[in-house]
């Protein structure tokens, strides 16, 4: 009977013990691994706040990752030519199309890596902003699909970021630079001096009709997707183009109306973001066009404390009933980034650095960019240089890891804000 009961209680201890191994060696997987964001933590807006689904305020503080998806020869590695548009139209004429878009593709593999984001997640910025032209997505003005393997559109670059931003509960606000046609004079928007996308002509209606089609397919890939914060419309629309302020108005409104219908019909929970460029007047109140769930977004790249407040102040107090972001902003010359963090957080503005990482002299110190190249960083030379030299230059060595160095940027100047 003692031996029955002896090999009875061997038994029970034999499990226990398993049991408490398994126990334990899940519990260390579980906290080994990463949960990332839920539907919780979905945004949308109350009042004048950005809640999640718990009805936590969230103030979103994060970084541009300017120069990956659209460039600025100011921010990029390339020499012989003005914008994104002619660096492309030079490779294909050079390598042919399918060369370009492979140089291009190289470009963005190495521009930035999961390095990159878990580097923006450890500074302590909670969300990124990322800048996009539709060349990412058609071959061309006339609507021909970039597809992949399996012969469906290719949003594979988008999909990425808000995945690997997602399991670092990184928030992303997908930004149109540049729509199809144009939507601004500026090289920023992917081609100089071309704003077509407002023209009252059937080439133009093509250009909003492409554009439309387009913010649709990426509201209904990320339809539900709570990693996604906002979508940006139309970054910067109409800049540098010479017109009048009411003209101003009445083209952003036009536009604006137009995509919100076109991505309302598809995702009608995901944050639409509209942009004040560059007064606080040009845009209506939202409540006037039967916008909701919106934020109103501002740029400020101007020379003073006084005029940065006074536009941060004015801005929110001219459209009352919307959250505002501050999209991209830098201070020149009499203005501080004290003075310009602590007016945004004493405004509940959400923000956004321009920007991560930057090419080009002096940028190894620049307060433009987190990461700089360090000095004597190549370039690649788009008429002059070989395929194999270009891919050299965008390969591994401009990896934030090999061919830049820290700024200072953070340190010195956002760190205790974050």
Not at 43 to 66: P, S
Request: hydrophobic share 35%; aromatic share 16%.
């Amino acid at each position: 009977m003692k031996k029955t009961i002896k090999s009875v209680l061997s038994l029970v201890l034999a499990l226990v013990m398993a049991f408490s191994v398994c126990s334990a060696a899940f519990a260390v997987e579980a906290v080994g691994e990463t949960v990332g964001f839920t539907d919780e933590d979905f945004i949308t807006t109350k009042g004048r706040k950005l809640v999640n689904r718990n009805g936590d305020e969230i103030q979103l503080k994060g970084v541009n990752l300017g120069s990956w998806m659209i460039w600025e020869d100011w921010l990029s590695p390339y020499e012989e030519a003005t914008d994104h548009y002619s660096v492309l139209t030079t490779l294909e004429e050079r390598f042919g199309r399918e060369g370009a878009y492979e140089l291009f593709n190289t470009y963005m593999d190495n521009w930035i890596t999961e390095y990159d984001l878990d580097e923006i997640k450890k500074m302590g910025f909670n969300c990124v902003r990322v800048p996009f032209w539709f060349r990412n997505f058609y071959y061309d003005d006339n609507g021909t699909k970039i597809l992949d393997e399996d012969g469906e559109w290719d949003f594979s670059r988008l999909e990425w970021v808000v995945e690997e931003c997602s399991e670092r509960e990184l928030y992303v606000i997908l930004d149109m630079h540049g729509a199809v046609g144009y939507h601004s004079d500026a090289p920023h928007s992917g081609k100089g001096h071309s704003c077509g996308y407002y023209e009252d002509t059937e080439q133009g209606e093509r250009y909003r009709e492409l554009t439309d089609e387009l913010w649709t397919a990426i509201a209904t890939k990320f339809k539900g997707n709570p990693a996604v914060a906002m979508y940006d419309l139309l970054n910067e629309p109409m800049c540098d183009v010479p017109s009048g302020e009411l003209e101003r108005r009445k083209n952003n409104t036009m536009a604006y109306s137009r995509l919100y219908d076109a991505v309302r019909a598809v995702d009608e929970d995901h944050v639409i973001t509209m942009e004040c460029i560059w007064t606080a007047f040009a845009l209506p109140q939202a409540w006037t066009k039967g916008w909701d769930n919106v934020v109103y977004q501002v740029h400020f790249y101007n020379n003073s404390n006084f005029i940065f407040n006074l536009f941060a102040f004015f801005t929110k107090l001219v459209y009352f009933d919307v959250p505002m972001y501050m999209g991209e902003f830098y201070p020149h010359q009499k203005t501080t980034w004290e003075n310009c963090f602590n007016t945004l957080n004493n405004l509940d503005y959400s923000w956004t650095l321009w920007t991560y990482k930057a090419t080009g002299h002096g940028m190894w110190s620049s307060d433009w960019c987190i990461r700089g190249s360090k000095d004597g960083f190549h370039r690649a030379k788009v008429q002059t240089d070989s395929y194999e030299e270009i891919a050299r230059k965008w390969g591994e060595c401009i990896r934030t890891e090999n061919g830049f160095q820290d700024t200072g940027h953070y340190e010195n100047n956002v760190k205790n804000y974050l």
